[in-house]
């Protein structure tokens, strides 16, 4: 008897550079957009920065295979003392899409501003 696979929703990892990069040109190519290459270079480097202010990253993981990306921020509010937290970025493979991988990855953003104490 075989089990389903599990979908794990994870941190972005350095390791994921090359997987992340291909899911990054479907999410673009599913907006008809184009960006030089050494923007998401920056941009992924940013993800991974240890700065509070900057961006983060979950991925989503099925069977060892990137499926899905979220890209969040933490970030100062005019109207509140409490830092708010923006999804900026949210791409599911099509293939799996109504399969709850979207759903799942904006639970792990809200976990994280949680675990931040961010309303």
């Not at 960006?35 to 979950?58: C, E, H, K, W």
């Not at 099509?94 to 675990?115: H, K």
Request: aromatic share 12%; with cysteine; hydrophobic share 45%.
């Amino acid at each position: 008897m075989t089990s389903e696979p599990t979908l794990e929703v994870r941190p972005l990892q350095e390791s994921d550079r090359d997987a992340c990069a291909a899911l990054w040109l479907a999410y673009l190519d599913f907006y008809k957009t184009s960006l030089p290459a050494a923007t998401f270079i920056v941009y992924f480097d940013r993800l991974l920065s240890a700065d509070p202010q900057d961006f983060n990253g979950l991925v989503a993981v099925l069977d060892g295979k990137l499926m899905g990306l979220t890209h969040y921020l933490f970030h100062r509010h005019g109207w509140k003392v409490k830092n708010v937290y923006y999804l900026q970025d949210l791409y599911a493979d099509p293939s799996l899409r109504g399969m709850g991988v979207g759903r799942a990855l904006i639970e792990g953003v809200y976990a994280a501003a949680d675990a931040n104490g961010t309303p």
